[in-house]
């Protein structure tokens, strides 16, 4: 009666930790989002049942209730259930929600962390997101707000923190998080790069500024790096 939440990577199965390999190799059901690669998928017990509760932009197959109730139902039935997120599975990805409603059901949760997208996706494309002599800090945001939840994030705030920012989920609003951060009074040289599919074979890097970056042909999935380590 255990639910692990396990962190994929951000695709490439080398990134996969020894402990997210372990867990699938002997699972009995897997439970992925539509972002984890096949050829970590295919790792998994191939007597294992995979249940692709993946959602694309836009397409939502199914709802976060749906996915935690049918989690908790698993979570009973089973002994070794993992729910693979890409990346991290607390980056970004529901997991907190996930073990929160798994623990409140009186199901045992195993967190298993993963490498997350937000710094293995700019490392694939050689770019260290803190280095002594240009970023001292980095900071992780989302580019895209739940519906209704208003625009939590102080764009102009975080155009003055001096160091590294980094976007997930961002590719669909690039032109409004290009206005806000200028508006915030940055440099509109500040190099800015848009990795998508980063680690995978399909990795594609757009390297631009921020003044033109939104101009750029950039696909989802992608991180978006801006600041002078994107250089
Ligand atoms: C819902 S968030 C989940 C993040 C995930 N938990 C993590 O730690 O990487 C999905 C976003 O992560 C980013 N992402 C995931 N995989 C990626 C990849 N292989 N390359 C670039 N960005 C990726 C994209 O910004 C995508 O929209």
Excluded: Y
Aim: proline share 6%; glycine share 12%.
């Amino acid at each position: 009666m255990t639910v692990a939440l396990v962190g994929a990577g951000p695709g490439d199965p080398g990134l996969l930790t020894c402990r997210a390999e372990e867990l699938l190799a002997g699972a009995e059901v897997v439970v992925h989002d539509r972002l984890v690669s096949p050829e970590v998928l295919a790792l998994a017990e191939r007597s294992a049942r995979l249940i692709d509760v993946g959602k694309a932009p836009g397409r939502h197959s199914m709802d976060q209730d749906a996915i935690t109730e049918l989690l908790v139902d698993l979570g009973r039935e089973h002994d070794r259930v993992v729910r693979l997120k890409g990346g991290d599975p607390f980056v970004f990805g529901r997991g907190g929600e996930e073990a929160d409603a798994l623990a409140r059901a009186g199901v045992a949760v195993e967190i298993v962390p993963g490498v997350t997208s937000a710094f293995a996706a700019p490392a694939a494309a050689g770019i260290p997101v803190m280095t002594r002599a240009k970023a001292a800090c980095v900071t992780v945001v989302t580019g895209h707000e739940q519906s209704g939840a208003g625009d939590s994030v102080d764009w102009r705030a975080l155009a003055r923190t001096g160091g590294t920012l980094v976007v997930l989920m961002g590719v669909g609003r690039l032109p409004f998080i290009v206005d806000s951060l200028l508006a915030g009074g940055l440099d509109p040289a500040t190099p800015a790069v848009a990795i998508t599919n980063g680690t995978r074979p399909d990795q594609v890097v757009v390297r631009a500024t921020l003044a033109t970056i939104a101009a750029q042909p950039v696909e989802a999935p992608a991180t978006l790096v801006f600041g002078a380590v994107a250089s």
